[in-house]
Structures are given as structure tokens and as C-alpha cells.
T-cell receptor
Framework: AQSVTQLGSHVSVSEGALVLLRCNYS??????LFWYVQYPNQGLQLLLK??????LVKGINGFEAEFKKSETSFHLTKPSAHMSDAAEYFC???????????FGAGTILRVKS | EPEVTQTPSHQVTQMGQEVILRCVPI?????FYWYRQILGQKVEFLVS????????KSEIFDDQFSVERPDGSNFTLKIRSTKLEDSAMYFC?????????????FGPGTRLTVL
């Protein structure tokens, strides 16, 4: 069965600093990987997805993630944090089209001014 | 841009009562899902639905839960006899018909409070 581990339930960065949110997955077959963002009292918005094309995936709002099969990782990065990036970020994995998403526990990103 | 909608945004009910949560997926999507998020916890899969039947369900999705697509546009989650522990945010999602498309689009959620 697939699973997702997000290291760090809370990450705090200064405005303008690098954002790095870690995600490791476990899957018996090549996975589809996703990062979603959840702002307070809102639903889940897709940031980016990996579906076996390019290993470096660019998403919305300047975020990107790199799929590293050897490390079973899909870490999310952004070169320069903005106050509006403060939210909770979820990494998720699924195996095939129509398959359930398995979510990590989430990482709350705080951006300090 | 097409989006998934959910009603109501907030539902308060008494323990033991039945509730129906409603969702309108993106039209021409083929796969439909319900997830829930208990306050402070991770998002958990409940059930997936394809071709008018359940394709997968989790251990959480026991006999008190049911899903239905009554009219080709709505997708509903019914909880027959609510318990305190059913209090959570319930998200509906749908995904499309392209073979390479596995992206699930989420609705804004329904916050269910069981008293």
C-alpha cells in the first residue's frame, strides 16, 4: 500500500527566504505525486503534480518539486517566500487514474516578516 | 473555470440524525470521491465512485455511509445515524476522463458538526 511521510509538521521561514517542504513516499509501483495547499477555512488547491513526465515539476505561485526515485522523495520548494504563502501544505500519492489519494499529515508553513 | 461545488458549507445536526452532503462535480468528469478531515488531522479517503458504482472504499466507510449519483450531476454522501466522531470537514472531489489525467479537483468542503 502507498503511504506519504511529511517531515516537519510546522516550518517557519522569513519573507524572501527559501521554502523547503519535505515529502517522502512509499509505493510498490511508479506513483502519481501531488502537492496541495489549504488556506484557513478553505478547500484543497492543487499546486503541482508529477505524472511520470519531467522529474522537475513547476506549479502555481512559483512553487516547484523534484521527483527523485532513488530517494523516494518529492520535496516542494520556492526560492523566495511571500507572506501569502502561509498555509498548510499536503503531499499526496496515488497509483493509477481513478485511484484514491493518500495524503501526508501536512506541513503548516509560517512566513515571518 | 469549472469547479466542484458543495452544499451546505456548514451543517449542524444532532447525534443519531441522518445527513446528506451534496456535491456537484465538474461536468464530464468520470471519477468521484469523498474525503474527510477531522480537525487537526490529515485528509482521509472515504470512497471513490465510477460508472455508477463504488470502486473503492476505506475502513471508515462502514454501513452508516452511502453514496449516490441520483441525477447525473449531483453526487451525495449520506450518513444514516450520525455520531459525535463524524464531526469533520467533508470534501468532494472529481477527476477527468483523459487517460493521463489523474488530478483530482476538490470542492470547498462541508463542515459537519454533530452535537
Amino acid at each position: 500500500a502507498q503511504s506519504v511521510t511529511q517531515l516537519g509538521s510546522h516550518v517557519s521561514v522569513s519573507e524572501g527566504a527559501l521554502v523547503l517542504l519535505r515529502c517522502n513516499y512509499s509505493s510498490s509501483v511508479p506513483p502519481y505525486l501531488f502537492w496541495y495547499v489549504q488556506y484557513p477555512n478553505q478547500g484543497l488547491q492543487l499546486l503541482l503534480k508529477y505524472t511520470s513526465a519531467a522529474t522537475l515539476v513547476k506549479g502555481i505561485n512559483g512553487f516547484e518539486a523534484e521527483f527523485k526515485k532513488s530517494e523516494t522523495s518529492f520535496h516542494l520548494t520556492k526560492p523566495s517566500a511571500h507572506m501569502s504563502d502561509a498555509a498548510e501544505y499536503f503531499c499526496a500519492v496515488s497509483l493509477i487514474r481513478g485511484n484514491k489519494l493518500v495524503f501526508g499529515a501536512g506541513t503548516i508553513l509560517r512566513v515571518k516578516s | 473555470e469549472p469547479e466542484v461545488t458543495q452544499t451546505p458549507s456548514h451543517q449542524v445536526t444532532q447525534m443519531g440524525q441522518e445527513v446528506i452532503l451534496r456535491c456537484v462535480p465538474i461536468s464530464n468528469h468520470l471519477y468521484f470521491y469523498w474525503y474527510r478531515q477531522i480537525l487537526g488531522q490529515k485528509v482521509e479517503f472515504l470512497v471513490s465512485f465510477y460508472n455508477n458504482e463504488i470502486s473503492e472504499k476505506s475502513e471508515i466507510f462502514d454501513d452508516q455511509f452511502s453514496v449516490e449519483r441520483p441525477d447525473g450531476s449531483n453526487f451525495t454522501l449520506k450518513i444514516r445515524s450520525t455520531k459525535l466522531e463524524d464531526s469533520a470537514m467533508y470534501f468532494c472531489a472529481s477527476s477527468g476522463h483523459h487517460p493521463q489525467d489523474n488530478e483530482q479537483f476538490f470542492g470547498p468542503g462541508t463542515r459537519l458538526t454533530v452535537l
